[in-house]
């Protein structure tokens, strides 16, 4: 069996006097797609970024490649393949969008490959080939998603967490988002997706999990959770 890429054990994180994570445990394989589901306020986001380490946790283990993340800061998680799309996109708006996927690539010195990636990310997004010179902070909020994809995959990440990808977008391109992560999940890159559309993320992912109140109370393969009544009832309206 393949060790996990990514492994929580026990994860607790405690903010204003709010404990938001009770106590979680989850884990991605190398290659595999996870999605994370829940209501607002379920604990999804702090996940994310206590994994990306902008948040610290008061105990708990969250292991990387088989190293623990003790200690690491943010900047050294992302130089070691760890991603984050956070939720809002968080684009420079006044750079233009090459500058922006260039941003992702801030702590690789292989300039050649940088160029290579450059043009796969084009090839990925068509669409931000041809707005390429233009302000990021001028784009179509759909088209701001994808230059957030894309410059996190300008690092050349082995774990990618999506935090609420489809948020406020037209059903057209949300359809285009998630084409993408397949396409990007077809590479072999491990996928954590936070998603309030659980349809949508338990549709594209091979297992998931849902949070309640800081806490996970169901997890398994995606498949079975789409089928189950607990989430049809609670997140799939039915």
């Not at 931000?128 to 990021?136: G, I, S, T, Y």
């Amino acid at each position: 069996m393949t060790s996990p890429l990514l492994e929580v054990r026990d994860l607790k994180v405690s903010y204003g006097g709010i404990q938001a994570l009770k106590g979680i445990s989850l884990n991605a394989a190398p290659g595999e797609l996870v999605a994370l589901i829940g209501s607002n306020g379920a604990g999804k986001t702090t996940t994310l970024k206590t994994l990306a380490g902008l948040l610290h946790p008061a105990s708990g283990q969250i292991q990387y490649d088989g190293k623990s993340l003790k200690n690491i800061a943010a900047h050294q998680r992302a130089a070691m393949g760890i991603a984050l799309v956070p939720e809002g996109r968080g684009v420079f708006a006044r750079m233009t969008v090459a500058e922006n996927l260039l941003m992702g690539a801030y702590s690789r010195s292989d300039n050649n490959k940088i160029t290579t990636d450059l043009a796969r990310m084009y090839g990925l997004f068509p669409r931000l080939a041809e707005r390429k010179d233009q302000l990021a902070g001028t784009l179509s909020g759909g088209e701001q998603q994808m230059v957030a994809m894309a410059r996190a995959l300008m690092s050349r990440p082995r774990l990618l967490m999506l935090d609420e990808p489809s948020m406020g977008l037209a059903p057209l391109m949300v359809q285009k988002i998630f084409e993408t992560i397949r396409d990007i999940a077809a590479l072999g890159m491990s996928i954590l997706l936070v998603e309030q559309n659980a349809r949508l993320a338990l549709q594209v992912a091979q297992r998931g999990y849902v949070m309640e109140s800081g806490a996970i109370t169901l997890s398994g393969a995606a498949s079975e959770l789409l089928g189950s009544d607990a989430v049809q009832r609670a997140y799939l309206g039915k």
